[in-house]
């Protein structure tokens, strides 16, 4: 059961989120090389490995100009899965230090991929998504915000001492838009780099918050150039993820999966007792605590399925139940538009999406019961593709009829709405019980939009309801949404700690 969970794949995402990055094979960057630089890449210590930057100088229309590419390769281990990730993004700025391009491509799923590209055009950045839907964005810009080039030079150009705060903005891809970062320069300490220890000067950066969700802080360590030699970024269940700066051999040099983490166990969030027959229960109620969350209780969704009673500081009580049918409800209205239109992710418009929805379909006319042929059909016809797919689109999906719950929560939500039943995808936890001992794993699944109320379906599973083994996070329709920003509240409570207990539990007998 647990080779369904989306523990090592969201860990992933959310990571390349708070890095900024996202994957592809290797944007070539023609022009002069000016710098180039590379870090070896640790996970709790363990190298795991490298981030290769160079700056190329380019002339356009007799303007010099600076291409900046960062490039990160990591080798990330997932119950007995290991892959190797590559990521990559860019800006292009003038001389001057202004911003006149971005670029990123993001690993969706096998052989796809969504790629940004961005122009500044005055006080805009106008952004350029390709894939199944091509679409145009526009955002807010400034001459303040700073590129890949001129964030390397940032402490050198604010001549960092001890005690000195500044903040910059830069571009964040990951939900395409500006954010402000806040710095605060410490004082000097002794480092061990290598074997020896350098006198390094401290800075401690914070991101302003994203959607609600506060990114993890990074903490660099200066040269007497005021150079970055050392990085420190602790990653919600990933580990804590460190970069020094090495030679190219030493970067490029094999790195041993054996020693490197498994994010699949580290993202488990282990149960104090288990549940007989978690996806048969009727209702249960959990404790949760999130001790480093401002506002725990805001962390986690609450509907017509699970509520939150009993908030205590950093613990609340959230009592979840059963839905496996539509309830009386004696008034209701249509929900918004954007959970039956088609869009980048849900892309319902799909021919072999709306194929495969009359398919499973037949010749069922009752909305409930129309849902929940399409999940079965999903479950029967889907093969289980852990760690190598990331955030597919449906419509490729529906091509490959592989992946892993991310990839049956989206088709199951596209031929939904190819239906003519409104759609989203809920984002949470999901019980599982291991050799070890029960825990909750990171996961998706789909609801559906009947008689009045929101009703969870999920695929891995294939039994026509949600049983309350599922918590759920976050919901989104993924409406204009070119991003994996709709992960981000999942990211809030991995940052808070979250700890679950079981309290009680009513299995129908």
């Not at 961005?118 to 950045?125: H, K, P, W």
């Not at 999903?378 to 529906?398: P, Q």
């Not at 920003?485 to 009680?504: D, F, N, Q, W």
């Amino acid at each position: 059961m647990y080779r369904s969970i989306q523990a090592g794949s969201l860990a992933f995402l959310l990571l390349t989120a708070t890095l900024g990055v996202a994957q592809q094979n290797g944007t070539p960057v023609e022009g002069k090389l000016v710098k180039e630089t590379f870090d070896a890449a640790f996970l709790d210590g363990n190298r795991a490995g490298y981030i290769h930057t160079s700056v190329r100088e380019l002339e356009r229309n007799g303007q010099k100009l600076y291409a900046t590419r960062v490039y990160l390769e990591l080798t990330l281990r997932r119950f007995q899965d290991v892959v190797r990730q590559q990521v990559e993004s860019g800006t292009v700025e003038t001389d001057a230090g202004k911003v006149t391009a971005v670029w990123m491509t993001q690993g969706l799923g096998k052989d796809q991929k969504l790629t940004l590209a961005g122009t500044v055009d005055g006080e805009q950045l106008v952004v350029k998504v390709s894939g199944p839907m091509n679409l145009e964005r526009k955002i807010p810009w400034n001459d303040e915000v700073i590129g890949l080039y001129r964030e390397q030079q940032i402490f050198k150009e604010k001549k960092a001492k001890p005690g000195d705060k500044f903040s910059y903005q830069h571009y964040e891809p990951m939900v395409n838009a500006v954010v402000t970062v806040q710095a605060v320069v410490k004082d000097f300490e002794a480092v061990e780099i290598g074997k020896t220890k350098r006198l390094l000067l401290r800075v401690e950066t914070v991101p302003e918050k994203i959607l609600t969700v506060q990114l993890p802080p990074t903490t660099f360590w200066l040269d007497k150039d005021l150079q970055v030699v050392r990085t420190q970024t602790d990653m919600p269940s990933l580990g804590q993820l460190s970069t020094l700066r090495t030679t190219k051999e030493v970067a490029l040099s094999p790195v041993t999966p054996a020693q490197i983490t498994d994010i699949g166990i580290s993202q488990l969030i282990p149960l104090n007792r288990r549940i007989p027959r978690p996806h048969d229960t009727s209702a249960a109620v959990y404790k949760l605590t999130l001790p480093a969350d401002e506002e725990p209780a805001k962390s986690i969704a609450a509907d017509n399925r699970q509520k939150i009673e009993n908030i205590k500081g950093k613990s609340f009580e959230l009592h979840v139940r059963a839905l496996r049918k539509p309830e009386n409800v004696k008034e209701y209205g249509k929900p918004a538009e954007e959970f039956l239109k088609s869009n980048y992710f849900i892309n319902s418009d799909d021919a072999k999406v709306q194929e495969l929805a009359k398919k499973a379909v037949g010749a069922e006319t009752d909305p409930w019961r129309k849902a929940q042929r399409i999940e079965k059909w999903v479950h029967d016809n889907m093969k289980i593709l852990n760690f190598t797919e990331a955030m597919a689109t449906a419509d490729h999906v529906a091509k490959t009829l592989e992946g892993d719950c991310t990839e049956h929560a989206m088709l199951t939500a596209a031929m939904c709405r190819a239906a003519g039943i409104p759609a989203r995808t809920a984002i949470g936890v999901i019980y599982v019980d291991l050799p070890k001992g029960p825990v909750f794993g990171y996961h998706m699944w789909t609801e559906v939009y009947v008689q009045g109320q929101w009703l969870g379906l999920d695929a891995t599973l294939g039994r026509g309801f949600v049983g309350a083994g599922h918590i759920k996070i976050t919901d989104h329709s993924w409406h204009e949404t070119r991003s994996l920003a709709p992960l981000l509240p999942v990211m809030r409570v991995m940052l808070g700690k979250v700890a679950i207990e079981v309290v009680r539990v009513d299995n129908g007998d």
